[in-house]
């Protein structure tokens, strides 16, 4: 099955609260795009890479990602969009027609591990649709405005969703274009496949693959690499 992998590295990482864009910060000396580059690079059955950076941006991508470092696989760099769901929209856009299946994965995701990537493909084929997740280890309250407690959710069917996300390239072009058809906006590429009424199967995900969102992120994702290279 043709695999093509589309990466949204777009976003400025306003969380971070830092003058250079999040894809190209810095972990273990190395831009956080690169660790999620080469581990799709190494998986046999991806066939080519998409990615979406600022727009005005693929030069920088161009230099400081693609050309220090060595890829084997053809890697595409696209302008990406204003908002995640308008970046993935564009990616789908330039998946080739002979492709079955699409596998979504976040720039803020290094620590994605080549494991994890092949499970998530292996299970596709035969789901059609899944996502990485990892079972919620805090307690989980809603509260109103004012911040009284509503009520606790209980934790056992609860899961933290992460990348990546893996759809037959039917399914996904058709959420992405029923969501803008119909202005809707999800935080994930599952929630625009789920309103089809599409089943989205969970893969065991990892507690390692963790999203660069805020500073103390970095000290985390540094002390996981480091950890794994023991
Ligand atoms: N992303 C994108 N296009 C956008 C916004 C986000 O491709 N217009 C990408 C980010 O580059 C990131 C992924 O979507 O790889 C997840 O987004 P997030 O972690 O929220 O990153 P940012 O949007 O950059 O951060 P922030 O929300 O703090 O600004
Ligand atoms: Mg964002």
Not at 28 to 49: F, H, V, W
Not at 179 to 194: K, M, R
Request: glycine content about 6%; hydrophobic content about 40%.
């Amino acid at each position: 099955m043709k695999t093509i992998a589309i990466v949204p590295a777009a976003g400025t990482g306003e969380r971070m609260g830092i003058t250079r864009k999040k894809p190209y910060l810095l972990l273990n000396k190395r831009p956080l795009l690169y660790y999620t580059l080469t581990a799709l690079d190494s998986i046999t059955s991806i066939a080519q890479i998409i990615v979406a950076v600022a727009p005005g941006d693929e030069r920088f991508c161009q230099q400081q990602v693609l050309e220090k470092f060595h890829f084997k696989k053809s890697i595409q760099l696209i302008p990406g969009g204003s908002s995640r769901q308008e970046s993935v929209r564009r990616l789908l856009e330039r998946v080739p027609d002979d492709t079955q299946l699409v596998l979504i994965h976040d720039g803020a995701r290094p620590l994605i591990t080549p494991e994890l990537l092949e499970q998530a493909i292996a299970e596709t084929r035969v789901w059609k649709a899944t996502v990485l997740a990892v079972p919620v280890k805090d307690t989980i309250k809603s509260a109103n405005d004012t911040l009284q407690i509503e009520k606790t959710i209980s934790r056992e069917r609860l899961w933290a969703i992460q990348t990546p996300q893996t759809f037959e390239r039917s399914v996904i072009r058709e959420a992405h274009q029923r969501a803008s058809q119909e202005g809707f906006i999800g935080t994930d590429d599952a929630a625009l496949v789920e309103r089809l009424g599409v089943q989205v199967k969970i893969v065991m995900g990892s507690y390692d693959n963790i999203k660069i969102t805020t500073p103390e992120d970095l000290v985390i994702g540094e002390a996981l690499l480091k950890n794994r290279k023991r």
